[in-house]
């Protein structure tokens, strides 16, 4: 089955950048069947979409955290990558990917089991 | 950016309550709604795609409905293993936006 696990930093220093990856297991991202999406969640509050990228490169971005977000694919690994730049403490979070399937509901179906960052120095 | 807003933000309810969430988005989202569950310390889990399609595995207690801008989620008979945050989420376009979740809690 689809399987998707973060890892990372788990403390990164404010002004500095924040690096993530997600390996995903079960399905080639190459596929096409899915939108590979990193949400975050604040401690204790809700869901906050960062933005995702499709097979083919195509990708689009949370417009709050556009100018600090990449997300790439390095299909040789299976694995989907987030860079957030010039982090402040407001950037703590849990760090969630998630696959979008693309055919029919358009729904997060698979998740990982979240990575926590915390910017502090 | 479509706003989602759910409510109430959180409800008490017993074993057995029947539970009632409400989603309003802030346009028309063509039935583009999801719900989801999250547990404490664990990641958010598809319950509803597409307004009111249940996904494989989820109890038929939960079930879906609305249309334009107005959603809703019941849970017939509430089991000790629903206590949890529910999240609504639309996927009619990007960027993806989620309500702000509702806790069902224990009364």
């Known amino acids: 089955q689809v399987q998707l696990r973060e890892s990372g930093p788990g403390l990164v220093k404010p002004s500095e950048t924040l690096s993530l990856n997600c390996i995903v297991s079960g399905v080639s991202i190459s596929s096409g069947g899915f939108h590979w999406s990193w949400i975050r969640q604040h401690p204790g509050k809700g869901l906050e979409w960062i933005g995702y990228i499709y097979y083919n490169g195509r990708s689009d971005y949370s417009p709050s955290l556009k100018s600090r977000v990449t997300i790439s694919l390095d299909t040789s690994k299976n694995q989907i990558s987030l860079k957030l730049s010039s982090v402040t403490a407001a950037d703590t979070a849990v760090y969630y990917c998630?696959?979008?399937?693309?055919?029919?509901?358009?729904?997060?179906?698979?998740w990982g089991q979240g990575t926590l960052v915390t910017v502090s120095s | 950016d479509i706003q989602m807003t759910q409510s109430p933000s959180s409800v008490s309810a017993s074993v057995g309550d029947r539970v009632t969430i409400t989603c309003r988005a802030s346009?028309?989202?063509?039935?583009?709604l999801a719900w989801y569950q999250q547990k404490p310390g664990k990641a958010p889990k598809i319950l509803i795609y597409a307004t009111s399609s249940l996904r494989g595995g989820v109890p038929s207690r939960f079930s879906g409905s609305g249309s334009g801008t107005d959603f809703t989620l019941t849970i017939s008979s509430l089991q000790p293993e629903d206590f949890a945050t529910y999240y609504c989420q639309q996927s009619f376009t990007f960027p993806r936006t989620f309500g702000q979740g509702t806790k069902v809690e224990i009364k």
């Open positions: 998630a696959g979008e399937t693309v055919s029919g509901d358009y729904s997060f179906n698979y």
């Open positions: 346009q028309g989202i063509s039935g583009w």
